[in-house]
């Protein structure tokens, strides 16, 4: 990862940290929620959240996330999310980053 | 049916008939039509009765021998005339036509091995007042309760919980790892109940009491083998199964009537009931204004067929949130769903309309592989045996598309499902449900949730440890099958949702579907006759179609569901709601943390409910205020008109 992709990387983690806390955490604003900590396994997000989700990421970030990437490995933890939207394996539209 | 309850001490001493006469005075709703005591040295009991047969002679307790035997018995055997003869072949002499007769003298003549030969659903106890000895013994499946408590080296033990409460001597404790089991399966798996110190006996099994000590001991245990090909007469043998089963259900000395959902299982009880019955069927059956829940067209098509008597119960927002406090008193446990508030007024309205008893369509989605859980097991497997498929999880939008209309494609649902755990663990089916417990837990008041976490007790790990012996060798639906049995049908359906619904108006649930023989003979079928690709209850399908027009054999399934979110929080919304919801009340119950609570009510009235989880959470939250203030606060029965009733003027607090 580059420098750019890694503030990117960084920007995308902490975004979706405070969207996933007010919207699946608000009752329990001090829950542990790392890089690492698992999203679905966990159960803090559920299969409507994770449509949640991937609307969240493409209208915040300006990606399309392709059906074949909605998987655990790439939407389970924050850093996860961090490197599918940071990297570009989300495809960025040519209008860019909202 | 009928309420039963007692006492049994361990020594000689007396019994307090004014503590039996108070367990039976809160169980006059499951026996409104009579109610007696038997007192002696070690052993009390009590009876409230729902006269079904033989109502000038059937009155109990009911004793044999010159009083040496006596019996309270709650239920129904549908093979009571058979077991009659034969026990009057080895010289018993009837004196009443009734079936708890042929139990008790059923008793003295094979003692535990009586219980094999009953076709039927049943809780009984059998003194024998000469030794103090008490059996207690509970049908197969769970479909009427029985619970108990030992306190100070005395047994007590009823249909209902409340009657324990009732005898003075058993306390309302929070037992948390029973309320933890029922946020996770919306329903404490026997012998645990959300009590302390108050458990249930389990179905299938039967218990011993004997100087001061109760031995428990199964006696059935359903085996589910499958088999490698589907019998060549299965459509017809289901078929006369299934008649049989209901016209064995339609023996009574009272008016039988069936609860007709509008879907295949209820239709086809309601099609064979009619066409066995020399009198029009009554049929009932709840509508709901808002069309997601509501089935009144499917409902008229089957009145149509079967040309019954049918009379419905509407059910309003207003309704579920006004007589919840009631179905909770009735419930004796939190629920996470609204659906027994509609069942609990349309029991009323049969009540109204003079019928007693009411053949129901329980069991039929658990045994022929009905419910949406089975079809999402088949398609998680078959995405499993290609992981890297794409068209494979596209199934999943066929399942889900209603309940998660934004899900798309393969990859959602593989993300989703795929992580919900690996094949190998025998709770793989029900892990996607199980998890959403997970969730709940994070609105646990600390204290609670840290009391939990110090008893180091995981539900799933409990579960997984008490697995039969056989279940390893069962195929994956049937292990489906049979967790849905243990953790939610006995423990929800049949109970809160079922048998405590109906009683609550003295109206007797039949449930022809877990009649033993149809149970045991689908338990041999091969999966393919249950569920292929999507399609469900096939051979159940096929045999239906021989009474039944192909378009209401071949309906799809429909959840029955009822509003979660509306009943409490929408326009009308009840007072005691808020009561409920307060921090300080909260703060009192001690298992929801007041901040998480305001939290999601503060989102669901802004209307930002995604899912089911938000309205699972608040209606356990509202329903555990509801159970803590009239079971441990000892507040007692709610009434509808208004006004608290003290649940027993000798509680110990």
Not at chain 2, 257 to 268: H, K, M, T, V
Not at chain 2, 329 to 334: D, G, N
């Amino acid at each position: 990862m580059n420098d750019q992709a890694r503030i990117r990387y960084a920007d995308v983690v902490e975004q979706t940290r405070a969207w996933v806390r007010e919207n699946f955490l608000y009752m329990r604003p001090e829950w542990p929620l790392d890089e690492e900590t698992p999203l679905l396994r966990s159960g803090v997000v559920d299969s409507v959240g994770v449509i949640e989700l991937v609307g969240y990421l493409e209208r915040t970030f300006g990606c399309t996330i392709p059906e074949r990437e909605i998987t655990e490995e790439n939407l389970g933890t924050l850093g996860a999310i961090g490197r599918l939207v940071a990297t570009g394996e989300a495809r960025v539209p040519a209008q860019g980053v909202r | 049916m009928c309420g039963l309850a007692g006492i049994a001490r361990s020594t000689d001493g007396p019994i307090s008939a004014g503590s039996l006469r108070q367990m039976a005075a809160v169980l006059r709703h499951r026996g409104p039509d009579g109610e007696g005591t038997v007192v002696g040295d070690r052993v009390g009991l009590a009876h409230t009765r729902l006269s079904v047969l033989d109502a000038a002679n059937g009155a109990q307790p009911m004793d044999i021998e010159d009083g040496r035997l006596s019996i309270v018995y709650n239920g129904e055997i549908f093979n009571f005339l058979e077991l009659r003869e034969e026990l009057t072949a080895k010289g018993h002499a009837f004196t009443t036509r009734t079936d708890t007769e042929v139990v008790l003298r059923g008793w003295a003549e094979w003692g535990e091995a009586l219980l094999p030969r009953l076709n039927g659903q049943f809780a009984f106890a059998v003194a024998d007042r000469r030794t103090g000895t008490v059996v207690l013994a509970r049908d197969r499946f769970g479909i009427l309760p029985l619970f108990y408590a030992e306190r100070d080296g005395t047994l007590y033990f009823a249909s209902e919980m409340k009657a324990l409460f009732a005898s003075g001597a058993v306390e309302a404790a929070v037992d948390p790892r029973g309320l933890d089991q029922v946020f996770t399966f919306w329903g404490a798996r026997a012998p645990r109940t959300p009590f302390a110190g108050v458990h249930a006996l389990e179905p299938g099994t039967w218990a011993r009491w004997r100087d001061g000590r109760l031995t428990l001991r199964r006696w059935y245990q359903i085996d589910l083998p499958g088999a490698g090909e589907e019998p060549r007469d299965a459509e017809a043998t289901l078929g006369l199964l299934l008649r049989s089963a209901v016209d064995h259900r339609l023996i009574a000395d009272v008016t039988v009537g069936a609860y007709l959902s509008g879907g295949l299982d209820s239709s086809l009880i309601c099609a064979l009931a009619g066409r066995s019955s020399p009198d029009p069927l009554h049929t009932y059956s709840v509508t709901f204004d808002d069309p997601r829940f509501d089935e009144s067209g499917e409902q008229l098509e089957v009145v149509a067929n079967t040309g019954s008597v049918h009379a419905v119960q509407r059910i309003t927002d207003a309704d579920i949130g006004r007589v919840f406090p009631d179905v909770i008193w009735h419930a004796e446990t939190p629920l996470l769903r609204t659906a027994p508030a509609p069942l609990f007024l349309l029991s009323r309205l049969v009540r109204e309309r003079g019928t007693k008893v009411v053949l129901s369509g329980e069991g039929a989605d658990e045994l022929f592989g009905g419910y949406d859980l089975f079809k999402d097991l088949a398609v998680r497997l078959f995405c499993h045996r290609q992981p890297g498929s794409h068209s494979r999880p596209r199934l999943f939008d066929r399942l889900y598309l209603q309940d998660a209309p934004g899900a798309r494609g393969s990859g959602f649902w593989r993300g989703y499902f795929l992580a919900a755990g690996s094949p190998d663990d025998p709770l793989y089916s029900h892990l996607p449900r199980f998890r959403q417990a997970e969730w709940l837990r994070g609105f646990y008041a600390p204290d609670f949730a840290a009391q939990l976490a110090a008893d180091r007790v995981d539900p799933l790990e409990e579960l997984r440890a008490e697995l039969p012996a056989e279940f390893a060798r069962w195929t994956p639906l049937a292990r489906a099958s049979y967790l849905e049995m243990v953790t939610l049908l006995a423990p929800y359906l049949l109970a809160a949702q079922g048998d405590r619904m109906a009683m609550a108006h003295g109206v007797e649930l039949r449930v022809p579907y877990l009649d033993h023989r149809v149970a045991e003979f689908t338990s041999r079928l091969p999966e393919t006759s249950k569920l292929r690709g999507l399609r469900d209850k096939r051979l159940l399908r096929r045999s239906a179609a021989w009474v039944l027009p192909q378009k209401m054999a071949r309906r799809p399934k429909r959840p029955y569901r009822a509003p979660g979110v509306a009943p409490f929080l929408g326009r009308g919304a009840p007072a005691w709601v808020a009561e409920a919801l307060d921090p300080g009340s909260l703060r009192r119950t001690g298992i929801f943390d007041p901040c998480a609570v305001a939290a999601l009510v503060a989102r669901c009235r802004a209307g930002a409910v995604p899912g089911n989880r938000e309205s699972q959470t608040l209606v356990a939250i509202l329903s555990s205020q509801l159970w803590y203030h009239a079971f441990v606060e000892g507040a007692g029965r709610p009434q509808l008109q208004g006004g608290l009733v003290p649940l027993t003027s000798q509680r110990k607090r």
